[in-house]
C-alpha cells in the first residue's frame, strides 16, 4: 500500500541535487476543506456508532418496549417517516443537480435546484417534528422507555447537524450573491452535496434501526455479542 | 478559496493592523497559540490551588474549617477534570499544536485561520461556564472527575443539581472547541506541508500531534454521547443510565438503565485522551532531546511506527478502568492482554530516548533538564502502569492512592515535564528572548525532586490500601500512625512544588520583557520553525518564499559536515560545497550559545 | 554532571524507601496468596527494569555530557539492537501477563462448594443477607425497597421468607469456607473491599456483581466503600468478622430471618403509655425534654431510633463510659424495661407531638444552616430524621443535648462501641463541626427548625418556610 511504502521511507538517506523524489512529485491540488469535512463525516459517524452500539445493548433490557413490530406500535405506520425521507432525497438529489450545473452558465438553474434543497430540507425537519407530535400525543413521551429516548435524541441529534448543513448552505448563498465566484461557488456546493448525501445516508440507515422490530435487535445484539 | 486562502497567498495579505484585530480576535496561529496557552496556564494554577487545599485536608484533617466533605470532592472533581481537559488537552494541542504546526511544516497558518479563532473563544466560553459552576447554588459537581452515574445526578452528591450540568454543558463546549481545532490541525498537517516535507521527514512532535489529534477526533465523541445521554437523564427524566433505584431512602422514577454503560463511553474517550495528551509530549521531548544533545533521533522510523500503534492500541484498552467494576469479568483476559500489549511501544520509546542521549554530545540546558527528568518519571509511572494493566495485580490496588500515585506520574508529572521543557525550548522562537536558565534550574530541581516526593510515597500508601477520595480515613484497625505522618510529608512537599511554580510564571513574566535576547536559531536546531527570517515569526511566518525542505528533521552531527547541524531546507549543493571547501556552513559561532555551568 | 548524581541517588534512595518501608500491604488473610505472587514477580521485573534504565541514563548523562571537543555520532537506527530490546520486552511483559491471566482465571470461576451471602450497598453504610436453609436468596427488585423492607425481598417468594438479615454493618463469615459474595446496590456505585483478602469488586445498582475468597484466618477485619459514592463516601466502613465454625453458627442462630421479621410483634402505643409514665418525669409527659433536668427531646423521633437506643443503653452499648454521667442515669432507667416495653414505649413516643417552645425565631443563623449541610443527607433538609438512613430526628432538639452528644461523638464518649452500628459513621462526621462556635450554630440552627409531623408532607414545610421567609434554603 502507498501509506505503509510511505512510512517505509529511512528519511535520513542523502538526496542528490535534483534527484529528490519529494521534490519532484506534483502533490496535485489542495483542497482541505474537502479533507476536513471527510474528517469531520468521520466524527459524526463516530458519535452515531457509537448511539447505536449503546441503543442495540439497551435494547436487550427487559424494560426496552421497541417501538415498532407490532400492528398497535406506533412506528409500525411508517408513512410520516416514508414521506420526510422522501423529502430528505429530493434535497439530497437537488445538491447533486447544483452541483453538477455550477460550472455553466446561466446559473438559474443552480439557484433553483439549490433553493428546492433547501425547502425540502426544511420540510424534512419539520416532518421529523410532526413525527415527534405524533408520538408524543400517543403517550409515548421522551422518559416513557428507553427506546422513545433513542428515537427522540437519533432524531434530533440527526435534524441538528442537517441545520448545521443549512446554516453552511445559507452563508453559502449569501456570500455568492455577495460576491460571485463561480469557482468557489462550485466548490462549495460539491462541499454540500457530500454532506448532505452522508446525512441522507445516515438517515437511512437510522430510519431502519429505529423502526426494526424486537427480533431484530436480539438478532443483531445476539451477533455482536452484547 | 474562502477560509484556506492565507495558505496560498503571498505573504503580503492579511495583515492585522488594529490591536484588536491582531491580538484579540486574531486568526494568526501564533497569537491564538499563545492566547490557548495563557488561559490553560491560568485554569491550571487554578486547579493547582485546588489540589493544594485537598493536600491541606488530607496531611492535616480537622484543621481548615473551610473544607469539609462536599468541598473536598468539588475540589477533587475540577482539579482532575481541569487538569486532564482543560489545561493539559488545551495546551498540548490548542497551544503547542497550534504554534508549532505551520511553523514546522513550512505552512503561512492554519488552513482554517477563521475557525482556528473561533475554535479558540469556544474553548474560552467552555472555561468560563467550567468556572462559573462555583459560583451556582450547590456549587460545582463534586462526583469525581469520571461523573459517574448514577451518583452524579442524584442528591448526596454536591453539586448534583446546577453543577453537573454547567460540568456537562462546559465539556460538550469543549468538544466543539476541540473539533473545530482538530480539524484544523489534522487538515494542515495532510494538506500545507512546504515542498518536500514528506510524511517521514516531519519532526516527531507533528507525528505525535498529528495522531493524538485523530485520536482527539475520534474520542471525544464517546465524552460528548456520554454527556448528551447523562443530560437527558437529569433533565428529560429518562433512563440511559439510570437504573430503578433510590436516593437517600427515597425512590426515583427511574428505571432499566444501565450504570456500567457511562463507564465504557467515558473510558472509550478517558483511555484514547491518556495518549491524546501522552503522543504529543513524547514527540515534542524527542525535538528537545536530539537538538540538545545534538544527536540524531534515534531509531526514528520505529518511534513513528510505535506512536501510530500506540494510537491504534489505545482504542482496545479502555475497560482495563474497569476491571472491578462489575461488568463482565471474562473482559479482564481480553483487556488485560491488549493493555501489556500496549507496554511494548511504550517501552521502546524510552529505550529510544536514552539511546539518542547515548553517544551525543549532551548540552545541559534547562529544556534537556526537564527532558531527562521526564525520562526517568515517565519510566517509573510507565511501569507502575504495568501493575495496574495486569488484572489480577489491580484487584488489591485500585481505587487506592497506589492508582493516585501512578496516574499522577504518567498523566500529571511526565507531560509537565515535557511542557516545560517545551516552554523552556520554544520561548526564544515565541519571544525572542530565553527564558532565565537560573530561575529555570531552580525550578526544576524544586518540581523534579519535589513531584517525586510527592508522588512515590503515595505508592506505598496504595499498598497499605488507603483509599482514594476518601475525605478523611479517620480511626482504622489496618493502617498505621505512621501513615498520617506520610500524609503530612506529601502535602508539605506538594505545597512547596505548587508555590515553586511561582518561580516560573515570574520567569514567564521577567523574561518576556528583560530577557537575554536570542537569534533566530538559538539552540542550533534543525528544524523549519528555526529557520524563519524574523523572531518571533511575522505575520505570514516566511516572508517572501515558502521554504523548501531538502531533509529529515535529524540531521545532527551529520559525518563530513564540520556543522554539528543541517537545517531541514539546506539544499544538499550548499552542504556539498561546504563540505569541499572543508569550511562552515553557515554562520555557525561554534560553542553552544547556552553553554552549563 | 548534577542530574547524572541526583538520578543515581533516586534510584537507590527509591530502593531503599521500598525495601525499609513500614508501608506494605496488610497481612493476607485469605486465599489469595497467588494475587501477592504476581505482585511480586511484577516488583521483579519493573524493579530490574527501573534500576537498568535509570542507571544507564545516569552513566549516559555523565558520560556524554557537553564537551568542547566531542561529536556526537550519526546512528539513525540499528536494528539489531532494536529488535533484541523488543524481544527482551516482550517476554518480561509476557512474564507478568501470564500468572496474571491464570490467576484471574481462578478468580473468575467461583469454587462450586463456596457459600453465598449477599453484601447490599446503600449511602452509607452495609447490610447482608443469608440464604437461609434452603441455600437460595430470595427475589429482589428495587421498587420493593421501604422503610419495612429495606432489602426489598419480594414477600410472594417462598426461597426470600428464610433468608437471614443482618441489617448490621458487621458480618460473619466461617474461616477456610470458600464464600461467594453477591453484590447488591439500592442506589448508587459502592465497591466491596476487604485490604486483608486482596480481592475487591464494584456494587451496581441494577446489576449483581460477585466476588469470591476463602477466609484462611480468624479476626474482625474493616470493610470500606472504594468507588465514589457521594458525600459521606468515607463513612461508608463495615466490618468482616472471621470465626470458628461454632462460634459463626452461634452468631448465626441469633440472626432473624425475613419471615421471622414480617411477623415481628408491633408495639403497642397504648401500654407504650403505660411504660413511659416513668420516663415522663423527665422527659416531659409531651416528650418536649427538660433542659433543666438535662433530658432530651423525644417527640418528632420515630420508633425505630428510640427502640436501637433503648437497646443500646440496656445492652450497655450506650451509657457505660465514665464521661457520659447523663448516659449512665439514663442506662440504669433502661436496665429494667423487657423488649416488649421497649417495643411499646417507643410506638409510643414516636406518636408524640409536643410543641416546640422556641423563644428565638430568626436565630437560624447562615453559618448555621451551612455547616449542617452535610448534615441534611441524611438527618433531612428539615432535621425531621429519615429511617432509611437509620438518621434521628434533630428539629427541635435542645442545643445542650445536641453539643453534649457531637462532644461525645468526637470524644469517642459515644459511637465507639462495636456494636453501636450506626454511631460510628457519627465518629467522622461530628468531626466535621471542629470548632465550640460552629457546634453552637448548628445546634441553635436545628432548635429554631419547625418540627416536621410524621405525615406532613415535605412541599407544605418548603411553603411555609418561604412564607416566613426567614428559613429559606
Known amino acids: 500500500m502507498n501509506l505503509l511504502h510511505k512510512l517505509a521511507e529511512k528519511p535520513w538517506l542523502a538526496q542528490t541535487e535534483g534527484g529528490d523524489a519529494a521534490l519532484l512529485e506534483d502533490s496535485g491540488p489542495r483542497l482541505p476543506a474537502k479533507t476536513a469535512l471527510k474528517f469531520f463525516i468521520a466524527v459524526v459517524s463516530v458519535i452515531f456508532f457509537l448511539f447505536t452500539i449503546t441503543f442495540l445493548s439497551r435494547s436487550q433490557y427487559p424494560d426496552f418496549q421497541a417501538l415498532a413490530g407490532e400492528p398497535w406500535l406506533p412506528l409500525s405506520n411508517t408513512g410520516q417517516l416514508w414521506f420526510n425521507s422522501a423529502l430528505l432525497v429530493l434535497a439530497s438529489a437537488g445538491l447533486e443537480l447544483a452541483r453538477r450545473q455550477a460550472g455553466r452558465q446561466p446559473l438559474g438553474a443552480v439557484v433553483l435546484a439549490l433553493g428546492a434543497a433547501a425547502v425540502c430540507s426544511v420540510g424534512f425537519v419539520i416532518g421529523q417534528y410532526l413525527v415527534w407530535l405524533q408520538l408524543s400525543d400517543r403517550g409515548y413521551t421522551v422518559s416513557a422507555n428507553p427506546a422513545n429516548s433513542y428515537f427522540y435524541l437519533l432524531t434530533a441529534i440527526h435534524a441538528l447537524h442537517l441545520l448545521g448543513g443549512l446554516f453552511a448552505l445559507t452563508r453559502l448563498i449569501y456570500r455568492f450573491a455577495e460576491r460571485p465566484n463561480l469557482a468557489s461557488l462550485q466548490q462549495n456546493i460539491g462541499l454540500c452535496a457530500l454532506y448532505w448525501h452522508y446525512l441522507l445516508l445516515l438517515w437511512l440507515f437510522l430510519f431502519a434501526l429505529l423502526v426494526a422490530p424486537a427480533e431484530t435487535y436480539r438478532a443483531i445484539a445476539a451477533f455482536c455479542g452484547l | 478559496m474562502t477560509d484556506s486562502a492565507i495558505a496560498d497567498l503571498p505573504d503580503d495579505s492579511h495583515h492585522p493592523t488594529s490591536f484588536v484585530s491582531k491580538y484579540i480576535w486574531s486568526q494568526d496561529h501564533k497569537v491564538i497559540a499563545i492566547q490557548y496557552a495563557a488561559t490553560a496556564i491560568f485554569v491550571g494554577l487554578v486547579a493547582l490551588v485546588l489540589s493544594g487545599m485537598m493536600r491541606l485536608q488530607l496531611g492535616f484533617p480537622d484543621q481548615f474549617a473551610f473544607i469539609d466533605p462536599s468541598a473536598y470532592l468539588q475540589f477533587v472533581t475540577m482539579h482532575g477534570m481541569i487538569m486532564v481537559i482543560y489545561l493539559l488537552t488545551a495546551l498540548l494541542l490548542g497551544g503547542f499544536g497550534n504554534y508549532l504546526i505551520p511553523l514546522m511544516l513550512g505552512a503561512r497558518d492554519m488552513v482554517f485561520p477563521y475557525l482556528n479563532m473561533l475554535s479558540y473563544w469556544t474553548y474560552l466560553l467552555s472555561v468560563i461556564v467550567l468556572l462559573a459552576s462555583f459560583f451556582v447554588p450547590g456549587g460545582a459537581t463534586g462526583a469525581g472527575w469520571t461523573l459517574y452515574p ?132 513524547f514527540g515534542m521531548v524527542s525535538d528537545v532531546i536530539a537538538t540538545h544533545a545534538r544527536k540524531n533521533i534515534f531509531g526514528y522510523r520505529m518511534r513513528v511506527w510505535a506512536i501510530v500503534a500506540i494510537g491504534g492500541l489505545s482504542f482496545v484498552v479502555w475497560a482495563h478502568h474497569m476491571y472491578v467494576s462489575g461488568m463482565n469479568p471474562y473482559f479482564g483476559f481480553f483487556f488485560a492482554t491488549t493493555t501489556l500489549i500496549i507496554a511494548v511501544p511504550t517501552a521502546l520509546k524510552v529505550y529510544n530516548w536514552v539511546l539518542t542521549l547515548w553517544r551525543g554530545n549532551i548540552h545541559m540546558t534547562v529544556p534537556m533538564m526537564f527532558a531527562i527528568g521526564f525520562i526517568f518519571t515517565f519510566t517509573h509511572g510507565g511501569l507502575t502502569g504495568l501493575f495496574l494493566g495486569n488484572v489480577v495485580v489491580d484487584l488489591p490496588l485500585s481505587d487506592t492512592y497506589f492508582v493516585v500515585g501512578h496516574f499522577h506520574m504518567v498523566m500529571g508529572v511526565s507531560p509537565i515535564m515535557v511542557l516545560f521543557a517545551a516552554i523552556y525550548h520554544w520561548f526564544p522562537k515565541i519571544t525572542g528572548r530565553f527564558l532565565d536558565s537560573g530561575m529555570g534550574k531552580l525550578h526544576f530541581w524544586i518540581t523534579f525532586l519535589g513531584t517525586y516526593s510527592i508522588y512515590l510515597p503515595m505508592h506505598y500508601l496504595g499498598f497499605l490500601g488507603v483509599p482514594r477520595r476518601y475525605f478523611a480515613m479517620g480511626p482504622t484497625e489496618f493502617i498505621p500512625e505512621s501513615a498520617q505522618s506520610l500524609n503530612a510529608g506529601i502535602t508539605v512537599s506538594a505545597l512547596i512544588v505548587g508555590l515553586a511554580q511561582l518561580i516560573f510564571i515570574v520567569n514567564l513574566i521577567w523574561s518576556t520583557f528583560k530577557g537575554k535576547r536570542a537569534g533566530d536559531n538559538p539552540w542550533e536546531a534543525t528544524t523549519l520553525e528555526w529557520q524563519t527570517a524574523t523572531t518571533p515569526p511575522g505575520h505570514g511566518n516566511w516572508g517572501a518564499e515558502l521554504p523548501v525542505v531538502y531533509r529529515w528533521a535529524y540531521d545532527y552531527s551529520v559525518p563530513g559536515v564540520k556543522a554539528d547541524f543541517i537545517p531541514q531546507n539546506c539544499p544538499p549543493s550548499a552542504v556539498e560545497m561546504a563540505a569541499a571547501e572543508g569550511g562552515e556552513l553557515d554562520d555557525n559561532k561554534g560553542p553552544y550559545n547556552e553553554p552549563t555551568a | 554532571m548534577a542530574i547524572a548524581i541526583v538520578i543515581l541517588l533516586l534510584v537507590i534512595g527509591s530502593l531503599v524507601f521500598h525495601f525499609t518501608s513500614p508501608w506494605w500491604f496488610t497481612p493476607l488473610a485469605s486465599n489469595w496468596g497467588t494475587i501477592d505472587d504476581t505482585i511480586e514477580i511484577t516488583f521483579w521485573i519493573t524493579g530490574i527494569v527501573f534500576v537498568a534504565v535509570n542507571l544507564f541514563l545516569a552513566y549516559v548523562v555523565y558520560r556524554y555530557r557537553f564537551h568542547k571537543h566531542r561529536r556526537a555520532d550519526y546512528e539513525p537506527e540499528n536494528k539489531k539492537l532494536e529488535n533484541w530490546l523488543f524481544v527482551g520486552t516482550t517476554l518480561g511483559v509476557a512474564a507478568m501477563l501470564a500468572p496474571g491471566l491464570f490467576v484471574w482465571a481462578k478468580f473468575v470461576n467461583v469454587p462450586e462448594d463456596a457459600q453465598q451471602f449477599e453484601a447490599l450497598g446503600q449511602q452509607w453504610h452495609w447490610s447482608f443477607r443469608l440464604p437461609g436453609e434452603d441455600g437460595v436468596l430470595g427475589e429482589t427488585s428495587a421498587e420493593l425497597i421501604d422503610d419495612n423492607n429495606p432489602f426489598g425481598i419480594n414477600p410472594d417468594d417462598p426461597t426470600g421468607l428464610d433468608d437471614v438479615l443482618i441489617s448490621s454493618n458487621e458480618m460473619h463469615i466461617p474461616v477456610d469456607q470458600p464464600v461467594k459474595v453477591m453484590l447488591r446496590s439500592k442506589d448508587v456505585l459502592h465497591n466491596f473491599a476487604v485490604p486483608q483478602f486482596r480481592v475487591k469488586m464494584d456494587l451496581v445498582p441494577g446489576i449483581v456483581s460477585y466476588l469470591w475468597f476463602t477466609p484462611t484466618r480468624l479476626g474482625r477485619f474493616e470493610l470500606l466503600c472504594l468507588e465514589l459514592c457521594g458525600m459521606a463516601h468515607y463513612t461508608m466502613r463495615g466490618h468482616i468478622v472471621v470465626d470458628t465454625a461454632e462460634d459463626y453458627q452461634a452468631w448465626l442462630a441469633k440472626q432473624q430471618t425475613f419471615a421471622e421479621i414480617l411477623n415481628a410483634p408491633v408495639g403497642d402505643p397504648q401500654l407504650g403509655q403505660q411504660v413511659y409514665a416513668s420516663c415522663a418525669a423527665c422527659h416531659g409527659a409531651q416528650g418536649e425534654g427538660n433542659e433543666m433536668l438535662n433530658s432530651p427531646r423525644l417527640a418528632g423521633q420515630g420508633a425505630r431510633y428510640i427502640e436501637r437506643q433503648l437497646g443500646y443503653f440496656k445492652d450497655g452499648v450506650r451509657g457505660r463510659h465514665e464521661k457520659d454521667s447523663y448516659g449512665m442515669q439514663m442506662a440504669a432507667m433502661a436496665a429494667g424495661l423487657s423488649a416488649a416495653n421497649i417495643r411499646d414505649v417507643s410506638a409510643y413516643i414516636a406518636s408524640l407531638q409536643a410543641p416546640v417552645t422556641v423563644a428565638a425565631a430568626g436565630a437560624a443563623s447562615d453559618e448555621g444552616r451551612q455547616l449542617y449541610r452535610n448534615c441534611a443527607y441524611c438527618h433531612g433538609e428539615w432535621g425531621q430524621g429519615k429511617a432509611a438512613q437509620n438518621a434521628p430526628a434533630l428539629a427541635g432538639q435542645q442545643p445542650a443535648y445536641f453539643k453534649r452528644q457531637i462532644n461525645n461523638f468526637q470524644q469517642q464518649i459515644r459511637g465507639a462501641h462495636q456494636q453501636d452500628i450506626f454511631g460510628r459513621q457519627m465518629l467522622l462526621m461530628s468531626r466535621l463541626l471542629q470548632s465550640e462556635q460552629a457546634v453552637d450554630a448548628v445546634a441553635a440552627y436545628l432548635h429554631a427548625l419547625p418540627v416536621v409531623q410524621r405525615g406532613e408532607p415535605l412541599a407544605h414545610m418548603r411553603a411555609s418556610a418561604q412564607d416566613g421567609g426567614d428559613l429559606d434554603d
Do not use: C
Open chain 2, 150 to 281: 448514577p451518583q452524579a445526578i442524584l442528591p448526596g452528591t454536591p453539586g448534583n443539581d446546577v453543577g453537573i450540568l454547567m460540568m456537562l454543558i462546559s465539556l460538550a463546549i469543549f468538544i466543539v472547541a476541540f473539533t473545530m481545532g482538530g480539524l484544523n490541525y489534522v487538515t494542515t498537517i495532510l494538506q500545507a506541508r512546504a515542498k518536500g516535507m514528506t510524511l517521514m521527514r516531519m519532526p516527531l512532535s507533528i507525528w505525535g500531534i498529528f495522531i493524538a489529534s485523530i485520536l482527539g477526533l475520534l474520542a471525544f465523541p464517546a465524552l460528548l454521547v456520554s454527556a448528551i445521554m447523562m443530560l437527558m437523564d437529569r433533565l428529560a427524566g429518562t433512563s440511559f443510565f439510570m437504573p430503578a433505584l433510590l436516593s437517600l431512602g427515597e425512590q426515583m422514577e427511574y428505571g432499566g438503565g444501565s450504570p456500567v454503560l457511562f463507564q465504557h463511553l467515558f473510558w472509550f474517550f478517558g483511555h484514547p485522551e491518556v495518549y491524546i495528551v501522552a503522543l504529543p509530549a
